[in-house]
């Protein structure tokens, strides 16, 4: 089944949508500069909203691990996720210290650039693989931008993978198709505006995806 996550979920629609879709994992940015940033609390809130469901998945940048423990002290997270420039070594440090699982994100532009994999595969439980962000960029992802797919297709990643980087309702099925992909995170691509999601386009996302992850399954 093609793993779908909804990133940057920040308000009480969004968190809704995502849950009544089927959504399989829901993110929270604790991330401050990003525009669908939320703090512990109102992560708390939100998730307080549906018992089970989604797994939710936290996203830090180069994170202190007090910053770490603040979240997990106002909830739950079933997934850490690094998106900033944490080496393998701090990724395994925080796994060890936390107790939780690991995704870590990697900017892809060339082919080179995933032999970053290798080294981090000992650290990590997953990878999210995100276009690099643009020149002059403020944000690590959420930038509406995409690698090339045809990166991925066929080539062995050695942990479970989630497909990120300019990913909309329109174009999930073809990049599913091309990269291969056993997943994917829409942030940008379900949103009205900067920072704030659609649930019309979180709903129909999810189910453009499943729809492409049943056509792969009967082939």
Known sequence: MTLIKICGVND???????????????????????????????????????????????????PSD???????????????????????????????????????????????????????APAVDRFLLDAKPPAGAELPGGNASAFDWSLTAGRTIPRPWLLAGGLTPDNVAEALRQSGAPGVDVSSGVEKARGVKDPARIAAFIAAARAAGAAKAAR
């Open 66 to 120: 007090e910053a770490i423990a603040a979240v997990l002290a106002a909830l739950p997270l079933g997934l850490i996720q690094l998106h900033g420039g944490e080496s393998a070594a701090r990724c395994a440090a925080i796994r060890a210290r936390f107790g939780l699982p690991v995704m870590k994100a990697l900017g892809i532009a060339t082919p080179q650039d995933l032999e970053a994999l290798a080294d981090y």
């Open 12 to 62: 009480a629609a969004a968190f809704d949508a995502a849950v009544a879709a089927g959504a399989d994992m829901l993110g929270f940015v604790f991330y401050p500069p990003s525009p669908r940033a939320v703090t512990p609390a109102q992560a708390a809130a939100l998730s307080a909203r549906q018992q089970g469901g989604p797994l939710r998945v936290g996203l830090f940048v180069d």
